[in-house]
């Protein structure tokens, strides 16, 4: 909200610059967003007397002037038509500053400049360029009889102002206007608050000139009217024209502007009927079960949902309450008697009725906050004595105050004791009093340890002792409560398992050489519906645009995305991992019936893994690069030993003992043309669930003593059909070769037409050691022709000779 | 007999080999059968018998140098040999780039974060990213109709209107967890909890519809706002040097009450300004009732910054997409 200088100052004798103003505001929770000078006293400007206007000698648009400014005669080259010889003209000289803003947010400031081999010292102005209008046509022309050398702001009545823009939290009806803005400060300051004089006028309920009613007091708590007889609409004068327009209002006519300016001045938003357009006399406050058709003051025809509140005349509907009048009624030139209307609407049914309408007023803004309900009578009266003031008729003697629901104002107890627990400080009830001293509270009864106040009904916000506490806090300034010194020595806790095991995850990516993405986590359908079922899905209901549709059920997408995005601008290689939670549906829930929320890590390699370079050709990435990895993942992790892998559906399943950790895949050609990547990519992902849970049951690591024996290798190859996998080879070969195995691996790989097109050789060595003695042929040998045996027997292989 | 063996070492030592043919002339002149110390050899038979003994050592030493000075010159001269390198054995050629792991800034930026807070005794908890109404809004004291719960702000991920069927979010904040370890842990609490965070709002290089939070719990018997000021103060001073200048200001947060902004100047002296960095504020006794807390026996201070943010401030960083398109220009600028 904008905030006038002056106009603050009417209320009180504030000793503050403009600026420190501002930093005071910030500090007692009025937080100061922009702060900027309305309109400009024009120094440097003054009269000038144009003696002579010549062509430009290169440029068809260009004068040459000599300029009289009183004590010199200038030069200034000018490119408005009308200038002309003997002209009275306001002219800015060599230094001074318009009030235009520059790009870079400054003002401009006059240099003496050359235009086109030309010297020009100082400009001859427009209306617009001094701020004193919108006119660009021409340079203004004064009255000749001004003396040359005139500072203009003798000559017009100049306003200014500093306006500094306000963040009103929503908790802060009470500083929507001028006056609790001042109020605050004043408590802040200790000044004296000097609030507009306003004489009450007489209450009734009826009245011979409009019949008032209220059909839905819940949400319309009270209605207060007045007649303005035999008024003359007209333009505002100069002062009120002044204030508005420097808080960015833009004048209407004397009756609006009043209405406005009382609004900002007290904060209670007003509306003016033309009197002989209400029909029926009459005016009710009600809402409709049905949609209604209605056109608001913007011209824009709406249709308002059922429950919408309006202000209806004896015929039709004349405004939607707290939000925007219509056209019908609205005060126009031909306007002679007024009906002026203080409301007091219920705020949550004009916060859904703006937004609903995505209409967001003035007024809206301070009822879907919560104005005084208390407020309407003095407002319209204060209204209208100013409308009277600036627009002539008659005021009725009375004032129609219909006031259904009334709010009473709440007392509140403050504790000496909570106070000083909360904010840790040491101050008394009577210090207390003395910080909120200015807010109007009124005290009701104190004691040395409580004080009980009245609080008043422009304060909604202050509910319970804590609010209280907040504005002791806040108007003692929180900058000012003395820290201790240092913390206190906390014996911390041990971090959980969890957080232990993230943590432990992220490092060993890191070790590998892998980068760490972070990728959305809310996905398009279209993307979602690669990796599964869509109605499995966990999606969003209102998402604002539709990439944002579904959460992501595996972090797959966010990698091949990032890999297309790095392809794209000429990447060589992508090496990438990701931690983070992917969702779906399953009565597996984790936290929310039906909702199954994991954290996944997810290795991803595709492109070169070698650039070419004179040490190697380039070398692309193979999925054995990634099982590598992966390896020493869970050899980092303690789980290597525990560790399998079943081929599935072309994919590699990790599991640890029984238990699926997760896959190994080269991501099929398919998906990846959906995101145009040519490159091979191989990912892995596993759930860190069950990383963790696996962990959990896992014994703790101990150390084993380094074998007193050597090992014994043997080596043999096997004719095997292609069809069969080396992982089930080996399973079987660990299956028959007892413990004494310690590793198992292929060391050739071999197919040709000398063993027939449908078959291949694998070789293994197996490595033996026995813990107890140094194994030699003779005890290896029978586990051989075992594992051989069984070979021939489940896969018909044949051993190599 | 011993001055001709002194003047042999003499000449063994003077002898001057700096190619591979002075070398062979060099073994031809006093070390192959014929030569000059064979020969010496030859003439110990001369040599009277009591003489023999000191006459053979000193052949013998002369002997020893001729061999160990031809064995250091060959050796010598074929290391020297090898000046002519193969092309690639110059080392200034480059190596193969090496493969670095890195953590992604926002990791960084909350380790840096969290590694303060466990200096300052914290611990860290987690929580989901689809949250239920109740501990997203309602026990952190937003009423019914606050204008955060708008669709406009809000994802909903389930609506119903099955009474007993909660509305389901994506979390707003990461303040929910507060309320799933205040439901959990008996006070004292003192933990960090940070976090994937949604609003649903249009991106742009200011906004995205997703960022990641911390946020820090503190509730014991005893806790104040003058607490709570001096672990702000005591973080911005381990994060942004002892120097760095601050400001608290009033603000409003549903769920605390009173609640405080932090400013710090960002800048110099000169031409900075005041940035907000973090809200903090002390629970809110509704948020103390709703997590089974009793507010008349415990207080306690909650605060909370964007990762994002604060990151960007770090990097200088204009465009908070960037952390999201994960160009490996950008993250191989986070080593």
């Known amino acids: 909200m904008k905030v006038s200088y002056n106009w603050l100052k009417e209320f009180i004798d504030l000793p503050l610059s403009p600026a420190e103003t501002a930093d005071k505001l910030t500090l007692i929770g009025l937080e100061e967003e922009e702060s900027f000078e309305y309109g400009s006293s024009l120094p440097g400007v003054v009269v000038g007397e144009v003696l002579e206007a010549k062509q430009h000698p290169n440029a068809d648009r260009l004068k040459v002037c000599q300029v009289n400014l009183g004590d010199e005669t200038v030069q200034i080259v000018c490119g408005a038509p009308n200038v002309a010889a003997g002209q009275k003209v306001p002219v800015a000289k060599v230094g001074s500053t318009l009030p235009i803003k520059l790009d870079d947010g400054s003002f401009l400031k006059l240099k003496k400049a050359k235009l086109r081999g030309e010297t020009s010292q100082g400009m001859i102005c427009a209306e617009d360029e001094l701020g004193l209008g919108t006119d660009h046509d021409g340079i203004m022309v004064l009255d000749e009889n001004l003396t040359p050398g005139t500072p203009v702001s003798e000559i017009f009545d100049l306003y200014t102002d500093h306006i500094i823009d306000i963040a009103i939290t929503p908790n802060r009806p009470d500083a929507t206007c001028h006056l609790g803005v001042a109020r605050d400060l004043a408590a802040a300051l200790n000044l004296e608050l000097k609030k507009p004089e306003v004489s009450l006028s007489k209450t009734v309920t009826e009245s011979d000139d409009i019949k008032v009613s209220i059909e839905n007091t819940e949400k319309c708590h009270r209605f207060v009217g007045k007649m303005i007889k035999g008024v003359e609409i007209k333009e505002s004068p100069k ?193 207390a009093i003395e910080i909120m001293d200015g807010l109007e509270l009124e005290v009701v009864e104190k004691t040395e340890e409580s004080v009980t106040y009245s609080i008043p009904t422009f304060r909604p916000d202050l509910e319970r002792e804590v609010d209280l506490i907040e504005e002791v806090g806040r108007l003692y300034d929180y900058n000012k409560i003395e820290a201790p010194s240092h913390g206190i020595f906390v014996s911390t806790e041990t971090f959980s398992p969890w957080e232990l095991l993230m943590e432990q995850i992220r490092t060993i990516g890191v070790e590998l050489g892998y980068r760490e993405i972070y990728t959305n986590s809310l996905i398009s359908e279209k993307e979602a519906s690669h990796f599964g079922e869509l109605d499995e899905m966990v999606t969003t209901l209102n998402p604002l645009t539709a990439d944002m549709t579904t959460l992501r059920p595996s972090l797959l997408h966010g990698v091949l995305k990032a890999a297309a995005y790095n392809f794209n601008r000429q990447a060589g290689g992508i090496r990438f991992f990701e931690t983070g939670n992917v969702f779906s549906q399953s009565q597996d829930f984790s936290y929310h019936e039906g909702i199954k929320e994991q954290t996944h890590v997810l290795f991803g390699l595709s492109g070169l893994r070698k650039k070419e370079h004179w040490t190697s050709k380039p070398v692309a990435y193979s999925i054995f690069d990634l099982k590598t990895d992966i390896n020493a993942f869970f050899v980092k992790l303690g789980l290597g030993k525990s560790l399998s892998f079943k081929e599935s559906d072309g994919k590699l399943d990790v599991f640890l003992r029984k238990n699926l950790l997760g896959t190994i895949e080269s991501v099929s050609k398919e998906l990846r043309k959906t995101y145009d990547i040519a490159q091979d990519v191989f990912v892995a992902e596993f759930s860190i669930n069950a990383i963790h849970s696996a962990l959990q049951k896992q014994k703790d690591f101990k150390y084993t003593s380094i074998p007193k024996f050597p090992p014994f290798d043997f080596d043999f190859a096997v004719i095997v059909d292609k069809t069969i996998s080396a992982g089930t080879l080996m399973d079987a070969i660990k299956n028959k070769a007892g413990n004494n195995l310690q590793k198992l691996d292929i060391f050739d790989v071999f197919e040709g037409e000398s063993i027939g097109s449908d078959k291949k050789s694998l070789a293994f060595r197996l490595n033996f050691i026995d813990p107890n003695k140094t194994l030699n042929i003779k005890e290896v040998e029978p586990i051989i022709n075992r594992i051989v045996k069984a070979l021939e027997k489940q896969f018909g292989a044949q051993l190599r000779g | 007999m ?50 023999r003994g000191m006459v053979g050592k000193a052949m013998n030493e002369a002997k020893l140098l001729a061999q160990s000075k031809f064995d250091d010159l060959k050796s010598k001269l074929e290391s020297s040999d090898q000046q002519v390198k193969a092309a690639i054995d110059d080392i200034t050629l480059p190596a193969p780039e090496p493969i670095i792991g890195s953590l992604h800034p926002l990791t960084q930026t909350l380790a840096e974060m969290k590694n303060i807070f466990y200096r300052l005794g914290f611990t860290i908890s987690d929580g989901p990213e689809v949250e239920d109404d109740f501990h997203n809004f309602t026990a952190l004291n937003f009423p019914p109709n606050h204008p955060a719960r708008d669709e406009q702000d809000t994802f909903f991920v389930r609506k119903s209107d099955d009474p007993n069927m909660m509305d389901l979010v994506l979390r707003t904040h990461t303040s929910p967890v507060q309320i799933r370890l205040m439901e959990n842990t008996k006070p004292p609490i003192r933990s960090i909890m940070p976090g994937r965070v949604y609003r649903n709002e249009a991106v742009s290089p200011k906004s995205y519809f997703l960022f990641h939070q911390v946020e820090a719990l503190y ?117």
């Open chain 2, 219 to 335: 509730v014991d018997e005893n806790v104040s706002v003058a607490d709570l000021k001096e672990t702000l103060i005591t973080f911005v001073k381990l994060m942004y040097g002892s120097n760095v200048k601050y400001r608290l200001r009033p603000g409003f947060f549903p769920f605390t009450e009173p609640s405080l902004e932090m400013d710090i100047w960002w800048g110099s002296e000169k031409d900075g300004k005041w940035l907000e960095i973090l809200g903090s504020g002390m629970v809110d006794p509704n948020v103390f009732k709703a997590a089974g807390v009793d507010p008349e026996k415990y207080t306690g201070f909650a605060w909370g910054m964007g990762v994002e943010r604060i990151s960007i401030l770090k990097y200088g960083i204009d465009d908070i997409r960037t952390f999201y398109e994960n160009d490996i220009r950008f993250l191989e600028q986070f080593n």
């Open chain 2, 2 to 51: 011993i001055d001709q063996i002194k003047d042999l070492t003499n000449e063994i030592q003077s002898y001057a080999v700096s190619t591979k043919d002075e070398l062979e002339s060099f073994r031809l002149e006093f070390l192959s059968r014929n030569g000059r110390v064979q020969s010496m050899f030859k003439n110990l038979g001369s040599v009277p018998k009591e003489e």
């Open chain 1, 239 to 431: 002062w009120l024209q002044d204030k508005l327009m420097a808080i960015g209002s833009r004048p209407v006519n004397n009756v609006v502007d009043v209405t406005n300016y009382v609004m900002f001045e007290l904060g209670q938003p007003l509306h003016a009927y033309d009197y002989d357009e209400i029909r029926g006399k009459e005016i009710t406050v009600k809402d409709f079960e049905t949609v209604v058709e209605f056109e608001t003051l913007d011209h824009v025809k709406r249709k308002c949902a059922p429950g919408t509140l309006f202000i209806c005349d004896g015929e039709s509907p004349v405004g939607i309450a707290g939000v925007m009048g219509g056209l019908y009624s609205e005060v126009s030139d031909k306007t002679t008697n007024i009906f002026l209307e203080g409301a007091y609407f219920d705020p949550g049914t004009v916060r859904k009725t703006a937004k609903a309408e995505t209409l967001q007023t003035d007024a809206s803004y301070r009822f879907e906050r919560g104005i005084d309900p208390n407020l309407q009578a003095l407002a319209v009266e204060r209204a209208a004595a100013l409308i009277q003031q600036v627009a002539g008729g008659e005021l009725s003697d009375d004032i129609i105050d219909i006031h259904p629901v009334k709010t009473e104002k709440r007392t509140l107890t403050l504790r000496k004791s909570y106070l000083n627990r909360l904010l840790g400080t040491n101050l008394s009830i009577n210090e």
